[in-house]
Every structure is written in C-alpha cells, then in structure tokens.
C-alpha cells in the first residue's frame, strides 16, 4: 500500500480532526503510512475578511488551498469541517469519507451562569457566523452581536480579555474534540450552554475527507472508515442549502435527524436577516431522502412569496 500524505489546515482543531483521521485510517488498516501537510488558506491568512459578509471570496475560504494541493497532486487526501466545503466539489474531486458526526449542536460561552438568559439587557455577544447572528436576535433582540474571527482558543481568549464581551458562540463538536485531544482552551471560571433554539450550519459537526476521483487506492482505503448514516445525514442538509441556491455563511440553519428507517429534516431560513425566519419541517423513510429536501426547499420557498 502506498503512503497517503493529509493536508490540512494549521489550526489546533483541523490538527486534531486531521488526526482522528488517521487514527481510524491505521485502525482499519493496519500498514497504512500517513503524513501530515500544514497548508494554510485564504480564511486563516485574511482575519480581516468578515465571515457574515465575505464578499466576492466566499466559496473555498477555508478549502480551496487544500482542493489545489489534491489537484496538483502534492497530496492525496484533504481534511475538512463538511460545514465549510462548498457544495459542489471541484472537477476531479470527491468525497471520500465522512466520519461518524459529533453532535451538531452550538453552544454559548458566558462570564455569567444561565445560558441566554443569564446575559444582561443589551450584552454583548460575538460571532463570524450571520446564522447564529440572526438565530440569537430572534430570541434576544436586545442584544448587541458583534463580529468575531479566529481559531477557537483564540476567541475564548478575547472573551477573557474583552471586559464588555459578555459572551461567544461556537460549534459545540469543535471544543469537544479539542478537549479530547488535550488542547488547553482556557475555559475556566466561563458558563457553557447548548443551544437548543439554534439550528445548526448544513453539515456542521462532520469531518469529510476529500480526494481525486481517479485514485482508486486512496478511495478504497477511505471507505473503511465512512460512515453511512452520517453521510446520508449531512448529504440532505447539503441538498437544503443548494436548493436555496447558498454558500458556506448563507444564514440557514438545517438538521437531519435519522431513526431507524425514517428521515426527519428541519430547517429555518432567514432569507430577509432583518425578519423572522421561514421555517420547514419534513419526515419521510429514509429512502426518500433527497424527497425530504425537496419538500422543505419547497415549504420555505413558499414562505417567500
């Protein structure tokens, strides 16, 4: 079996996803060789671009670094948070595997204890993402939501260091897998809490591994470690957000939840940021799948008009 070389991004958390990877890659393969490439892209160089409104650079901002890498060749396979792929893969890519999901769930860190209603009339509470934006002024308007950029121990950091920032939101599944792989995140003495209000991103929680479509090695290795239901999961959560013609930071929240021989998906779009949201929620066998995405693209359309 050839050597596989993985790239990834620099951060604490592409490292320790990156390396959950070739856990399970050694795991079941026990003569697999991997090596790891740094590669660093255009959303961890430019902290000056805003995540709610990326302008014209939207698609790949944490992906397209890695995709070229794959292409030319340099390396075989490319680690990422599914919820940051665009939809579409490049011509000559695929994805090859999609780890069992963590738990998608976003979670508030506070100085204070009480969750969202612990935060005091008009606190400040910072984000990158205009869908936890808008889903946290839908419950709490009088709140004051401002930006937020970087790694994870990097904004718990500015939590700690900004005194009028009472709180951030972040993906509950990244603190999870830091936490795992002994990352200090300085948590201490901060307030967590799920929030059960707040759909998450298309895909969020899920690790994918990219590749070239042509190399069949590398697919068939990847397939020892993919897991079905999560990639029929997040494929239909995918499908939500294409059919309402989104990116990566379209501001629409979509979980699919699979029980037994049954899918159930729903979603909520703020297609105007400044109103409520149009909601959709759908049940079909989970044969019908991509049947269930259609009908919730079709109920928030409808809400629309």
């Given at each position: 079996?050839?050597?596989?070389?993985?790239?990834?991004?620099?951060?604490?958390?592409?490292?320790?996803?990156?390396?959950?990877?070739?856990?399970?890659?050694?795991?079941?393969?026990?003569?697999?060789?991997?090596h790891?490439?740094?590669?660093?892209?255009?959303?961890?160089?430019?902290?000056?671009?805003?995540?709610?409104?990326?302008?014209?650079?939207?698609?790949?901002?944490?992906?397209?670094?890695?995709?070229?890498?794959?292409?030319?060749?340099?390396?075989?396979?490319?680690?990422h948070?599914?919820?940051?792929?665009?939809?579409e893969?490049?011509?000559?890519?695929?994805?090859?595997?999609?780890?069992?999901?963590?738990?998608?769930?976003?979670?508030?860190?506070?100085?204070?204890?009480?969750?969202?209603?612990?935060?005091?009339?008009?606190?400040?509470?910072?984000?990158?993402?205009?869908?936890?934006?808008?889903?946290?002024?839908?419950?709490?308007?009088?709140?004051?939501?401002?930006?937020?950029?970087g790694n994870?121990?990097?904004?718990?950091?500015k939590?700690?260091?900004?005194?009028?920032?009472?709180?951030?939101?972040?993906?509950?599944?990244?603190?999870?897998?830091?936490?795992?792989?002994?990352?200090?995140?300085?948590?201490?003495?901060?307030?967590?809490?799920?929030?059960?209000?707040?759909?998450?991103?298309?895909?969020?929680?899920?690790?994918?591994?990219?590749?070239?479509?042509?190399?069949?090695?590398?697919l068939?290795?990847?397939?020892?470690?993919?897991?079905?239901?999560?990639?029929?999961?997040?494929?239909?959560?995918?499908?939500?957000?294409?059919?309402?013609?989104?990116?990566?930071?379209?501001?629409?929240?979509?979980?699919?939840?699979?029980?037994?021989?049954?899918?159930?998906?729903?979603?909520?779009?703020?297609?105007?940021?400044?109103?409520?949201?149009?909601?959709?929620s759908?049940?079909?066998?989970l044969?019908?799948?991509?049947?269930?995405?259609?009908?919730?693209?079709?109920?928030?359309?409808?809400?629309?008009?």
């Open positions: 079996m050839k050597p596989f070389t993985i790239g990834t991004r620099g951060s604490d958390l592409a490292l320790a996803q990156t390396r959950m990877v070739a856990v399970l890659l050694r795991k079941e393969n026990s003569n697999v060789q991997i790891e490439q740094v590669i660093q892209t255009t959303g961890d160089a430019r902290l000056d671009i805003s995540l709610s409104n990326p302008g014209p650079i939207d698609k790949g901002l944490f992906t397209k670094e890695l995709e070229r890498a794959l292409l030319d060749r340099s390396i075989d396979l490319a680690v948070s599914l919820k940051d792929l665009p939809i893969n490049p011509e000559g890519l695929v994805l090859g595997a999609i780890l069992p999901r963590e738990e998608p769930d976003d979670v508030l860190i506070s100085k204070h204890p009480g969750g969202m209603k612990g935060l005091s009339p008009g606190a400040c509470v910072a984000t990158g993402s205009l869908r936890r934006r808008c889903f946290l002024l839908s419950e709490r308007p009088d709140l004051e939501v401002v930006e937020l950029r994870v121990p990097t904004r718990i950091k939590l700690r260091d900004q005194h009028g920032l009472e709180a951030i939101v972040l993906a509950g599944a990244g603190i999870r897998r830091l936490s795992m792989a002994g990352c200090a995140l300085g948590m201490d003495g901060f307030h967590q809490t799920a929030l059960a209000f707040m759909l998450p991103a298309p895909g969020q929680g899920a690790v994918a591994v990219q590749c070239r479509a042509d190399d069949h090695e590398t068939a290795v990847l397939q020892t470690i993919h897991d079905l239901p999560s990639a029929v999961a997040v494929t239909a959560e995918r499908a939500v957000l294409a059919g309402l013609g989104g990116g990566c930071h379209t501001p629409v929240g979509v979980l699919a939840t699979i029980a037994k021989d049954t899918i159930h998906l729903k979603a909520a779009w703020y297609y105007d940021p400044a109103s409520d949201p149009a909601t959709a759908v049940t079909k066998p044969t019908e799948w991509t049947r269930a995405a259609s009908d919730v693209i079709d109920q928030l359309y409808g809400q629309t008009k």
